[in-house]
């Protein structure tokens, strides 16, 4: 079966740094678009960062364009988001997806404070 296992996150302060992964397993990783995903209490999942199932083509929510960078490694069945100048704002649980695949991962709390 589909599993996504997302890890990294934590506690950090504005301006700071994290590097999400995603683990994947129960299908062919290299074939599909993976996405990040986050959420906050109340609101619906927001499509945080798109990549393509080779890695050659990239999209970003505007919130994010210019400090998160998505990216995999097919030989590991993993997919990454790096995130740079946090803000409070990006306070979420973080998920990874397959974009044609309907399971979810647990996701990854980040929390953005000083």
């Known amino acids: 079966q589909v599993q996504l296992v997302e890890s990294g996150g934590g506690l950090v302060q504005p301006g700071g740094s994290l590097r999400l992964s995603c683990a994947a397993s129960g299908f062919t990783f290299r074939n599909y678009f993976m996405r990040w995903y986050r959420q906050t209490p109340g609101k619906e999942r927001e499509l945080v960062a798109q990549?393509?199932?080779?890695?050659?083509?990239?999209m970003y929510a505007d919130s994010v364009k210019g400090r998160f960078t998505i990216s995999r490694d097919n030989t590991k069945n993993t997919v990454y988001l790096q995130m740079n100048s946090l803000k409070p704002e990006d306070t979420a649980v973080y998920y990874c997806k397959a974009a044609a695949l309907a399971a979810w991962g647990q996701g990854t709390q980040v929390t953005v404070s000083s």
């Open positions: 990549i393509s199932s080779a890695g050659l083509s990239t």
